[in-house]
């Protein structure tokens, strides 16, 4: 079992940039998929992006592409998620989570995600 810890979010103008940190502890293989998700208010859990943990490939929605990056960071074991041009629409609670030996075809789909951290708010004003 992976334990994962949010971190980073807040309050911004639209506009402008957050960086979101989770923190893993625990064994993350290099055929893992580490990742981000929000849910909105009244809204489904949506795929935001995640990175393969060995080659660092990554994988983004298409609201985010080009506006958001995913990274992670292997001396400290930690998964971060650079937030720039953000959008009111953008507002929710970011979830980091681990999906043990993905395969592409389930990267985007929350169920199939194994370890979950508690999540952490981000709210973009207009």
């Known amino acids: 079992q992976v334990q994962l810890v949010e971190s980073g979010g807040g309050l911004v103008q639209a506009g402008g940039s957050l960086r979101l940190s989770c923190a893993a502890s625990?064994?993350?293989?290099?055929?893992?998929?580490v990742g981000w998700f929000r849910q909105a208010p009244g809204k489904e859990r949506e795929f935001v992006a995640a990175?393969?943990?060995?080659?660092?490939?990554?994988y983004y929605a298409d609201s985010v592409k080009g506006r958001f990056t995913i990274a992670r960071d292997n001396a400290a074991n930690t998964l971060s998620l650079q937030m720039n041009s953000l959008r009111p629409e953008d507002t929710a609670v970011y979830y980091c989570?681990?999906?043990?030996?993905?395969?592409?075809?389930?990267?985007?789909?929350?169920?199939?995600?194994?370890?979950w951290g508690q999540g952490t708010q981000v709210t973009v004003s207009s």
């Open positions: 989570a681990a999906n043990r030996g993905a395969i592409v075809s389930t990267i985007r789909i929350p169920a199939q995600y194994d370890d």
């Open positions: 625990g064994r993350i293989s290099s055929h893992d998929v």
């Open positions: 990175i393969r943990w060995g080659s660092r490939i990554t």
